[in-house]
């Protein structure tokens, strides 16, 4: 059962909505023309869509809906019990990957922090000293003796 206002087929308010789509803005009645039309044919009812979701949950359950329940139990209790066992050891392998990963990207930006460092600090060294150099080579104004002040 639909509880859709709007359904793909012809009733008075979808008459009223595809003339006020023309009036207002052509393509929105075009759309609404084609949803009458040939809405329920590609999937416009509800009923299609509670069928689609029924059929995929019926196979999340036979998948299994978490990590470790991807698989149903065998029958078999050791069996089961070996798996149980192997999905948790990859698992804190997994984790211990995850970690290894972490710690080695912080030792990469570790390392490009003390590249960037030594970067800056070669370049301000280097504009430091060529600023001295520039100081010593500009030529400075002479300064007038006393005596010579005196004569004048």
Known sequence: MSTAIVKPQWSPMNIFLMVLGFVFFWPLGLAMLAYILWGEHYGGSSEKAEKWMKKQKHKMRGCGGGRHGRFSATGNAAFDEYREAEIRRLEEERLRLEQEREDFEEFLRNLHMARDREEFDRFKADRTS???????????PKKKKKSDEDDA
Do not use: Q, Y
């Open 130 to 140: 060529r600023r001295f150099d520039d100081e010593d080579e500009a030529p400075k």
